[in-house]
């Protein structure tokens, strides 16, 4: 890898990382009526998860694709985990948007209904993403 790009990866795992733990504590919060928390908490998530797609998109662009070397087992379970990863990724940008839209325009039974699904698919992405940077770049790496 190129020298001054190796900070990426693992910056961008502890992006994927901390949106997780935001995404968790803003449920939390929720559960316990605190919504200007849950508020908060949920638009910091919004924007960790914002730094770390344009963070990914310029290692990436520089960098290019990095190659998989683990062998036999560890290939399905690294590529079913990443495929998911990636369509649910794609999915989950329309996703907050409208949940966000229908939360600004105090719209709450709309917000709840679809936030159900945004937040556990969200919550999915940013935990894979942390799996995949350790199987990718430690468990697996050559
Ligand atoms: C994309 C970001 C957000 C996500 C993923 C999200 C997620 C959720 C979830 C999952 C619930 C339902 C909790 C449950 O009952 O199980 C909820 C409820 C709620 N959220 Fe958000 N939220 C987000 C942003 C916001 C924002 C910016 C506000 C602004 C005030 C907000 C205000 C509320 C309120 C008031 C409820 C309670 C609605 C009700 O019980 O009728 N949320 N949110």
């Given at each position: 890898m190129i020298s001054g790009y190796a900070v990426f990866p693992a910056l961008n795992a502890a992006l994927n990382a901390a949106s997780a733990v935001l995404l968790v504590s803003a449920h939390g919060m929720i559960k316990?009526?605190?919504?200007?928390?849950?508020?908060?908490?949920?638009?910091?998530?919004?924007?960790?998860?914002s730094l770390f797609l344009l963070s990914y998109l310029y290692y990436h662009a520089h960098v290019g694709s990095v190659r998989f070397s683990g062998r036999g087992w560890s290939r399905p379970v690294y590529f079913s985990i990443l495929i998911s990863h990636t369509i649910l990724a794609a999915a989950i940008l329309p996703l907050v948007m409208v949940t966000l839209s229908h939360a600004f325009r105090a719209r709450f039974p709309a917000h709840r209904r679809i936030a159900r699904w945004t937040y556990p698919l969200w919550l999915y992405v940013s935990v894979t993403g942390v799996v995949i940077y350790f199987m990718l770049y430690h468990l697996f790496a050559t």
């Open positions: 316990r009526g605190r919504i200007l928390l849950h508020r908060r908490l949920m638009l910091s998530a919004l924007a960790t998860s």
